[in-house]
């Protein structure tokens, strides 16, 4: 027998889980994804690339050993130069269907002339000079799809250390592509949008530590360092300045 209407019991309709939509492979928007990405769980990475959601998969030490060291660069360099900002695991919002979650990124601060701001909920949003990414096991992602996605955004240089490959490529924009750089004949890569930003690949690989904070203390050691540190002043003085009516 039916239970009678006033007795019948209430079920909560099931929670709706946003991990359901967004996996591996489907196409949405920026909008939709971002809103969806918010009501996720903590420790759940995604990120939309080309309007194509990619689910992150479990970070091994092969990934967590090299992050560690490129921030560790990075951070040092943030701190000989005032007027850039190093962030790690920040949301960039590029454009309508690409929100990625780069492993770092190195800018120029919005008073010294970058092009990235944070929006309300600091999010970043426009192209950071400088992308960083980890790849282990997503290779195929970060130097395809995910490094046409930041050329097309304007990013000025990426950086891209593969584990697998047992390589680091640095890739610069020249005429409005990316150019892979090559080493110069001491070995060193050297960032065009950060002068001073100074790294030895090979000591990097070789887990060489000593050999990475040399090279990079020889860079912002450098006139060049010391006068891009100028020139960020110069910038954000100027910034100050009221307009005229």
Sequence with gaps: MRPAAAERV?????????????????????KTFHALYLKTPDGFKAELIGGVVHVASPVSRRHGKPYIRLI???????????????????????SEDREPQPDAVLLIRPECGG????????????PPELVVEIANTTAALDLGPKKDDYEAAGVQEYLVVDVTAGAVRWFVRR????AEQKAAPDGLLRSAAFPGLWLDPAA????????????????????????????LSARRKAAKKPRKK
């Design 10 to 30: 209430t079920r909560e309709p099931p929670a709706f889980d946003a991990r359901s939509v967004l996996v591996d492979g489907a196409r949405m928007d920026q």
């Design 72 to 94: 560790a660069w990075l951070c040092r360099y943030e701190e000989r130069t005032p007027g850039v900002e190093a962030l790690a695991e920040v949301t960039d919002i590029l």
């Design 115 to 126: 092009r990235t701001r944070a929006d309300a909920d600091e999010y970043l949003v426009g």
């Design 175 to 178: 005429r409005g592509k990316f």
């Design 204 to 231: 990097f690989l070789a887990d060489q530590p000593r050999k990475v904070v040399a090279a990079l203390r020889q860079g912002v050691a450098s006139p060049e360092h010391k006068a891009f540190v100028a020139e």
